[in-house]
């Protein structure tokens, strides 16, 4: 494992654009639970109301039980209230200089990697702290839905509301796929897969990846079909301390180049400050 990671050190140093395609894995080191683990909390796979996780949280049945939908969103956004950044969250931040581009996209919809510094992020399924209504152009960011009824109508067209999510049965944001193409289209020169699930839409750009010969690194405790085509495998949780703090020791010897634009008491790292303290506890 010790040459993989040299090897691996090797080629981000080098690299000039990195893509981290980051999944639930990633969200449970901030003990949220995946969404496996939600669904099968209930017995048989079903929820309290007879029916299936994934049915209550689809598209249909919004519109046709708002309440019930809702409900369970509620318990959604509980599982990731007050929930922080973890280290292979700052550890991707971290891996922004002005010499190297990072880019996230996203199965999450937590928001964790903006608050943990990282600028360039596309959130493939959304993001469960922006509510929307599909009929106007109302939208807000909530930090909480402590402030909601139990079933949401929009202050201006009094449409159901919707969480700025993909939910079961609806298609993905042309806008945020068209953004997160262009960037595909200008390539990558290293790409890392962590804690991804079996969600096709995270798991075909590693593929299309390893077609054009960029190299790929799975961090992942358990295997996937990345695991077929990824260069370097480190069968480890997303945030274990063995696989990131050596990715936050790269960061760390980078961003102390530019350590002189953070002031004094912090280390740069692209879009945040990675505290020496922190820097202390993980290296």
């Avoid at 990195?18 to 639970?33: D, K, M, N, R």
């Avoid at 280290?87 to 002005?98: C, D, I, R």
């Avoid at 593929?207 to 010969?213: E, K, M, Q």
């Amino acid at each position: 494992m010790n040459c993989d990671f040299d090897r691996v050190r090797g080629l981000l140093q080098r690299a000039k654009r990195v893509l981290f395609l980051t999944g639930t894995g990633v969200s449970a080191e901030s003990q949220i639970p995946t969404f496996r683990g939600a669904a099968t909390a209930f017995a048989d796979g079903l929820t309290e109301d007879g029916l299936p996780f994934e049915e209550v949280l689809s598209s249909d049945t919004l519109q046709a039980n708002p309440r019930l939908s809702w409900k369970h969103l509620f318990k959604l956004e509980q599982s990731i209230r007050g929930k922080l950044p973890n280290a292979a969250h700052q550890a991707m931040a971290a891996l922004q200089t002005p010499g190297r581009s990072v880019f996230v996209a996203t199965e999450n919809i937590d928001e964790l990697h903006q608050p943990a510094g990282s600028r360039n992020v596309f959130e493939l399924h959304g993001n469960l702290r922006r509510i929307i209504c599909t009929q106007c152009d109302y939208r807000v960011h909530l930090e909480t839905f402590e402030s909601l009824p139990k079933r949401p109508h929009c202050p201006q067209c009094q449409d159901i509301l919707h969480p700025d999510v993909v939910l079961d049965g609806e298609p993905l944001s042309e806008t945020v796929l068209a953004a997160f193409n262009d960037e595909q289209d200008r390539g990558f020169d290293l790409v890392f897969s962590v804690g991804t699930s079996l969600f096709l839409d995270v798991i075909q750009p590693v593929l299309a990846a390893a077609r054009r010969g960029t190299p790929v690194v799975e961090i992942n405790p358990e295997k996937t079909p990345v695991s077929e085509v990824a260069d370097f495998r480190f069968a480890a949780p997303a945030g274990g301390r063995r696989v990131f703090q050596r990715v936050i020791q790269i960061a760390i010897q980078n961003s102390l180049i530019y350590a002189n634009k953070s002031g004094p008491g912090g280390i740069a790292a692209g879009g945040g400050v990675l505290q020496r303290s922190m820097a202390c506890r993980l290296v």
